[in-house]
């Protein structure tokens, strides 16, 4: 036996990925395709049209039980009591220390039962966490290893799913609904990570194949990988956890405030209160260059020649043809008085300030 | 991966054609690939005198960015301008319309110091494996 420390997990589609030549790379201990065609290809295919991505990665987890009686509400960043049914909600989950270990997006199934949608890092951890903070009036399951999920989005998702799934025009901005889909009864919710209309699909694990190759008869879908996510995501000012939300960033300088509900109780809100008190150190700006060139994850903020923070992401903008990005930067630097680059010590780029998102021609509320 | 006869390759994936005592150069198919879609080049300015294996331009893909060394010693007469605004024609056609500088050459000699087209072919067979 050879013995090799965690192997990278595979989705129901690894199979399928590699015949249609993706180029795969490691994940949040998963081995996903990053590109199929090409980064910029699958960028356009899901502006204009419409891409299917794996995304089985990502973790879910089942609760029953009352929002507050379950514990569910106290895990949880968001509010989640007056949710009404078959809606979405965005939020996170802090450590004790306010720390960000992830976000997540829940989903009321019906008045006393939940989906959590987390993550693809260390779920199983996040599954014991739960496990631990939920109480006994509550019960818990996670479904990650038998959800396969997909994400179909674009200006014509609607149009391509009618034909599986007739009812699909019913479904508003974040909220879901039980279909049948192939003879399988699976939740579709109208959400996404692309800034364009589109639906996740959470379908059997064991049956995804089934779903992938169906979706791919259509000449219309064709599949996109997490290269062109994460550019997509960016055009839109997302999170990335990781990345722009992480363990050492508070929510208060990530720019979370919407999605952090101060009159109820949450794990990690004493220690906001307290950031709150004495003020925060850094915030999260959002930028863009004159040139082609990509400000980078990890590059420095300049003011002038003073350093003052760190790029959480970047990348070249297709639709801007120019880099955009964001980053975390000292509070009380005056931004607007002085000149802003980003880079490493030498071959630094001039940016300007903005406001996400960055690209604003989505079709995310068609 | 598409490989040129009659160009001499380096091992950071540049290729030169040589006509006369002037190199045009460029990177190869393996590296485009490599790259994935290019967003960006910095290209050298014309007149720059450069070292061979000395770097001459820089170059952005949506996921990376790398350093391009001079295959050869010698003087930049011409940067092909258009890859400013199109950097995409290096992914498209990296040995005809995405050239990037041409250098007058300094040392012929230097020559010795690059690969034939069968002998890169080897290289990345090596690196396939």
């Known amino acids: ?366 | 991966m598409g490989i040129e006869d009659g160009l001499l390759y380096t091992k950071e994936h540049e290729w030169i054609n040589i006509e006369g005592n002037v190199a045009i150069v460029g990177i190869t198919d393996y590296a485009q690939s490599a790259l994935g879609d290019i967003t960006f080049i910095e290209l050298p300015e014309a007149g720059v005198e450069l070292e061979q294996f000395e770097q001459m331009a820089s170059i952005e893909s949506v996921k990376a960015a790398n350093d391009i060394f001079s295959p050869i010693s010698g003087k930049v007469i011409e940067v092909n301008s258009l890859l400013n605004e199109k950097p995409e024609l290096i992914n498209r056609s990296c040995y005809e319309k995405g050239w990037i500088a041409k250098i007058e050459i300094a040392d012929m000699n230097e020559k010795a110091n690059l690969m034939t087209a069968q002998e890169y072919n080897k290289l990345l067979e090596s690196l396939d494996g």
């Not at chain 1, 081995?31 to 502006?47: C, D, H, K, N």
């Not at chain 1, 996040?126 to 631990?132: C, G, L, N, Q, V």
């Not at chain 1, 064991?206 to 259509?218: A, G, I, P, R």
Request: glycine share 8%; net charge positive; aromatic share 10%.
């Open chain 1, 1 to 366: 036996m050879i013995n090799t420390p965690n192997p990278l997990q595979e989705t129901p589609l690894y199979s399928e990925h590699v015949k249609l030549k993706a180029r795969m790379v490691p994940f949040a201990g998963w081995s996903m395709p990053v590109q199929y065609e090409g980064i910029l290809a699958e960028y356009e295919q899901t502006r204009r049209a419409v891409a299917v991505f794996d995304t089985t990665h990502m973790g879910e987890f089942i609760i029953e039980g009352n929002a507050r009686e379950s514990g569910l509400d106290r895990i949880v960043t968001q509010r989640i009591a007056d949710m009404p049914l078959k809606t979405c909600r965005y939020g996170a989950m802090l450590n004790e220390q306010g720390g960000i270990s992830d976000d997540l997006i829940v989903y009321r199934i019906s008045m006393d039962k939940w989906m959590v949608v987390v993550n693809a890092a260390d779920i199983e951890k996040k599954a014991e966490y739960f496990e631990r903070k939920l109480t006994k009036q509550s019960r818990f399951k996670d479904v990650s290893r038998e959800t396969g999920k997909l994400d179909v989005q674009g200006p014509l998702s609607r149009e391509v799913l009618a034909d599986l799934v007739p009812a699909i025009h019913k479904l508003d901005y974040f909220t879901f609904d039980d279909f049948d889909l192939l003879g399988y009864k699976v939740i579709i919710s109208r959400t996404g990570y692309t800034g364009e209309l589109g639906y996740e699909i959470y379908f059997p694990w064991d049956k995804l194949t089934v779903l992938w190759q169906e979706l791919l008869k259509n000449k219309k879908i064709k599949p996109a990988g997490l290269g062109a996510r994460d550019v997509l995501r960016l055009e839109m000012g997302y999170s990335l956890y990781g990345q722009d939300l992480s363990l050492t960033i508070s929510p208060l300088e990530a720019g979370f405030h919407l999605f952090l509900d101060f009159e109820k109780d949450f794990i990690g809100k004493e220690a906001l209160l307290k950031q709150k008190q004495s003020g925060v150190k850094r915030k999260m700006i959002f930028f863009a260059s004159d040139s082609r060139q990509s400000p980078r994850h990890h590059f420095k903020i300049f003011s002038d020649d003073k350093e003052i923070g760190m790029v959480t992401s970047g990348t070249f903008s297709p639709s801007l043809k120019k880099g955009i990005g964001m980053g975390l930067v000292d509070r009380t630097v005056d931004l607007k008085a002085k000149k802003l680059y980003v880079g490493e010590n030498k071959n630094r780029i001039m940016v300007y300030l903005t406001q996400r998102p960055f690209y604003k021609n989505g079709s995310l509320r068609n």
